[in-house]
């Protein structure tokens, strides 16, 4: 995605929540190169379950290297003709890629001046981007700052009726070594976001 400036007037805990999307979104979009990876090592988490995700996927981390990563993330996600899953928001709604979904995201980034990147062919709903794009929209890369109601809004209709299922399946996953590490994350993360958004309405 196309980014601006960020925004310095942001909450430290909006900050980790925007570095913990960004960081799903890099490790979902590409196989991790060593650097990632040395990144990825050297995370640490409290006894929180997300805490506990976080302290999993270093220590998985630290016994891979970038060509055996690389291999397991075109086993999942490139395959011959397909990977194992299809990381798509229209395809795990609808059960097809390129459907609804994807034409109300589009409609939607394009109201939040959200555009993609000249050298990404991605459908936008596949689950790196509409993470970058979250992690984008809390301090305000595309913009201006989103409000909480405005991510809510954003992540109830593109992200939450679906990304738990999806790290749910990148969990247990034939082709998943580091990848099942990376999902637990995630589905922490989504778990948290849930509850988060759901506590704004009471």
């Known amino acids: 995605m196309k980014a601006a400036a960020i925004s310095p ?3 430290q805990e909006d900050r980790l929540r925007a570095d913990l999307y960004n960081y799903l979104g890099l490790m979902l979009s590409a196989p991790p190169d060593q650097v990632l990876l040395d990144q ?3 995370l640490s988490g409290d ?6 995700a976080i302290g999993g996927l270093s220590r998985v981390a630290k016994v891979n290297k970038p060509r055996t990563v690389q291999s397991e ?9 397909r990977g194992e899953l299809l990381p798509y928001a229209s395809y795990y709604l609808t059960g097809f890629l390129n459907e609804k ?5 589009r409609k939607d980034m394009a109201a939040l001046g959200i555009t993609r990147a ?8 596949n689950i790196a981007s509409l993470l970058e794009m979250m992690g984008g929209m809390i301090v305000g890369r595309f913009g201006t700052p989103t ?4 991510q809510k809004v ?8 679906w990304a738990p299922h999806f790290f749910a399946d990148l969990q247990s996953a034939q082709n998943s070594v580091l990848y099942a590490s990376v999902g637990a994350v995630g589905a922490a993360f989504m778990k948290i976001e849930q509850e988060s958004f759901r506590m704004m309405a009471i």
């Open 47 to 52: 006894q929180s379950e997300l805490g506990l």
């Open 9 to 11: 007037d942001i909450l």
């Open 101 to 105: 979904p994807l034409a109300h995201l």
């Open 40 to 42: 990825t090592m050297g």
């Open 154 to 161: 954003f992540f109830n209709k593109h992200i939450g009726l």
């Open 147 to 150: 409000t909480l109601d405005q």
């Open 118 to 125: 000249k050298n990404v062919y991605e459908p936008e709903d």
């Open 73 to 81: 993330f075109n086993a999942l996600f490139v395959g011959l003709g």
